[in-house]
């Protein structure tokens, strides 16, 4: 699944949220590596949503909700995609698309009453630029990112976001290849 830099491992980790959590696997990783922890997984795409559900029901740790993340409150629209497993969130209306509710992440954090979030998980199809850059000062209660990157959003732009907020992001280059990128607050 995931290799976590051992800086990010701990087993005090008391809350943790999965924002683009697909069918659940990373949640289930979470549940396993961090039983003490309560993870909130929130999936946009109904289908995914579904699947989900089932996997993390084993788990009275995970909390999982259809629902985007989004810079604002509101409803995105999600279109079918070419392929399955990566679909278009627009926050206009679209032939094929499909509301969706979507949460700014102080209306998410507020509303499960978060006020920390010791582990965050991004892998939100290309809207990570907009969420880091735009109405973005609850990084301050963030202490660790696994972020998943996508076009055109770069690595350097992802430092220049995350630096006023006292991260370190780690390069992706000593991963193994993966596209998942770590940041932390933490002193390595």
């Known amino acids: ?3 976590i830099p051992e800086a990010l491992f701990s087993s005090d980790h008391k809350v943790i949220i999965d924002l683009g959590a697909n069918v659940g696997l990373t949640s289930v990783f979470f549940a396993l ?13 109904e289908e995914n949503y579904q699947i989900l559900e089932k996997n993390v029901s084993f788990s009275k740790n995970i909390v999982a909700e259809h629902a985007a993340i989004d810079t604002k409150d509101g409803v995105v629209f999600l279109s079918s995609p070419d392929l399955s497993y990566n679909f278009k969130i627009s926050d206009k209306g679209e032939e094929n698309g499909s509301p969706v ?12 009453g978060i006020d920390h979030i010791d582990l965050l998980k991004i892998d939100i199809e290309g809207l990570e630029q907009f969420l880091l850059k735009n109405n973005n000062e609850w990084l301050k ?7 998943e990157l996508h076009d055109p ?3 350097d732009q992802l430092r220049q976001d ?3 907020f006292g991260f370190k992001v780690i390069p992706a280059d000593s991963f ?13």
């Open 1 to 3: 699944m995931y290799h």
């Open 101 to 112: 509710k979507a949460y700014s992440m102080f209306t998410y954090m507020n509303t499960l």
């Open 153 to 155: 959003y770069t690595i």
């Open 176 to 188: 193994k290849g993966l596209k998942m990128i770590f940041a932390t607050k933490r002193s390595s």
């Open 33 to 45: 590596q961090y039983p003490k922890a309560k993870i909130y997984a929130l999936e946009a795409e």
């Open 162 to 164: 995350l630096l006023p």
């Open 141 to 147: 209660k963030v202490d660790n990112i696994i972020i």
